[in-house]
């Protein structure tokens, strides 16, 4: 017998996601969400489940991927730690072209420790590597899109 239970999606507002994290976090237990965002990609894509652990022996390193609260707007965000300056990490999301962000150490919330894509766990070995290959990821991606749409052309003339 199957359960035909519908699978359903709970949002939530970026003040409430935090209080949430901050709460399972307040209890040593780590923190795990679904990303929606495309600022991450290839690393985080849209539906991938993130795991968040509290930085607790040391302080976050650069490369690693970072959940911080933006000092701006207060948004929970994550992005990649791009320059450790004294109290400070410089944050970027890998697939965008805004500026990097000042974040006050107080405002990191969580280091990403695992990434899983249809439920398999993604590995990257090198953090450091990150930047590069996601604009690798960004032109390849780009340029697959362009060949495909000129071969489906060319498919369809063939059919003619």
């Known amino acids: 017998m199957t359960d035909n239970k519908k699978e359903e999606t709970l949002y939530l507002s970026g003040q409430t996601l935090t209080e949430m994290l901050q ?3 307040g209890r040593g237990a780590d923190f795990r969400f679904q990303a929606t965002g495309i600022s991450m990609i290839p690393a985080i894509r ?16 650069k490369g690693e991927i970072a959940a911080f609260i933006q000092p701006n707007t207060g ?3 994550v ?19 805004s500026q990097a962000v000042k974040v006050p150490g107080e405002n990191i919330v969580g280091i990403v420790t ?10 990257w070995p ?7 290959w996601s604009g690798l990821y960004a032109c390849a991606y780009l340029l697959w899109v362009k060949i495909t749409g000129l071969l489906r052309k060319s498919i369809r003339s063939l059919r003619e």
């Open 75 to 77: 948004r929970l965000l």
């Open 23 to 25: 709460a399972v976090q």
């Open 126 to 132: 090198n953090r450091n590597l990150y930047p590069l």
């Open 79 to 97: 992005h990649r730690i791009r320059k450790v300056a004294g109290k400070h990490f410089i944050i970027k999301g890998d697939n965008i072209n």
């Open 46 to 61: 849209p539906g991938d489940t993130i795991t968040l652990s509290q930085p607790r022996e040391r302080a976050p390193r």
């Open 114 to 123: 695992a990434i899983h894509r249809e439920n398999k766990a993604r590995f």
